[in-house]
């Protein structure tokens, strides 16, 4: 009797469900649609969504939608990890981006007195997998509320560093800032811990290459639109990365033109050339890494982690396309914010 390498099923399993992605043909005939339910039509009908969304009505609210569109991505994310090891560091990391963005959205109602809408979106899918009781944080009021139900959670020392000010206000970017730290400060030593060099030095550059594109997005960013002091600029890097060890020599620039120039010559710098800055050029960078590693990685943990990559950004298509059509956006337009 043969047994089935767990690896390999990863592998086989994720790339049998990226061949099942949309293609060009799909997306020209979602950007014509006229309505929503339109859209959920043509999903249901034509594409690999139809397993999920037959019972869904057409006249479904986008919010409602979309919730259910990420509780797929997620349950598709899980159905790889069984295969995968108990201790994976990809899948720890992908639950903790989860919860990170939870957080996030969580605590940017609450800032704006808003706090109550969050149970009208909880994702219900995600509630099992984290150690987060996501209805308590729905109730949440203060912040004294919010310290009790993070009490267990690595979150809290990074809550107690930054409390809101007197107004209930949360400093959010630098909030969300640290918690990324964390979390890759967890997945590096995790990764340190795996026995085969040659899976622990691919995946290192993987999550360095990642890395390297936030950094460089977030650099070129608040110099071109924010126009932000360097020091204040190096506070909202990840301390992860290639790029990272360079960044005394391009933060000692003053002009957005000089820092560009400089990000310009770094090796990631020359892989975002073709990017357009005002557009999506981190998603579009990090994309096409993963969709690279689809093809030719035999590393179980890259492939899953790309799996999940590229299928964000096959969601994040249909969420802009259910926008535009919701604002009725020519096709064109649409088209032009998509990544293919």
């Not at 005939?29 to 999920?52: D, H, M, N, P």
């Not at 560093?161 to 995790?190: C, M, Q, V």
């Not at 000089?258 to 990000?263: G, I, M, T």
Request: proline share 3%.
């Amino acid at each position: 009797m043969s047994v089935v390498n767990p690896s390999s099923a990863v592998i086989a399993k994720a790339k049998s469900k990226y061949g099942k992605r949309l293609t060009l043909k799909d997306y020209n005939a979602l950007i014509k649609c006229e309505s929503i339910g339109e859209i959920v039509q043509y999903l249901r009908s034509y594409t690999y969504y139809q397993g999920f969304l037959g019972k869904v009505s057409n006249d479904i609210h986008r919010g409602n939608l979309e919730n259910i569109l990420r509780g797929k991505l997620f349950d598709s994310f899980l159905s790889l990890c069984r295969y995968n090891s108990d201790k994976s560091p990809v899948t720890t990391y992908i639950l903790r981006k989860t919860e990170d963005k939870e957080i996030i959205r969580f605590i940017t109602l609450l800032s704006t007195g808003k706090a109550h809408e969050y149970i009208f979106d909880l994702p219900m899918y995600f509630n099992e997998h984290t150690d987060i009781s996501l209805e308590r944080l729905s109730k949440v009021r203060s912040y004294q509320e919010l310290m009790s139900v993070l009490d267990t959670t690595i979150y809290k020392k990074i809550f107690e560093k930054f409390p809101p000010d007197a107004d209930g206000n949360y400093r959010i970017a630098t909030i969300d800032d640290a918690i990324d730290t964390a979390i890759l400060d967890e997945l590096y030593k995790s990764i340190n811990h795996i026995k085969s060099k040659k899976d622990k030095t691919q995946l290192l550059a993987l999550f360095d290459t990642l890395t390297d594109y936030d950094n460089y997005s977030r650099i070129l960013r608040l110099k071109r639109y924010y126009n932000l002091p360097n020091d204040v600029i190096r506070e909202h890097l990840i301390p992860y990365g290639k790029l990272s060890k360079k960044i005394d020599s391009i933060l000692s620039k003053e002009s957005y033109e000089e820092v560009r120039d400089a990000l310009a010559q770094t090796p990631i710098g020359r892989k975002a050339r073709r990017y357009d800055i005002d557009g999506e050029m981190l998603i579009q960078g990090r994309f096409e890494v993963c969709r690279h590693e689809m093809y030719f990685s035999s590393n179980p943990e890259i492939v899953l982690l790309a799996y999940y990559i590229v299928s964000n950004t096959e969601l994040r298509n249909i969420i802009t396309i259910i926008e535009g059509v919701r604002y009725s956006m020519e096709p064109d337009k649409i088209k032009e914010m998509l990544i293919f």
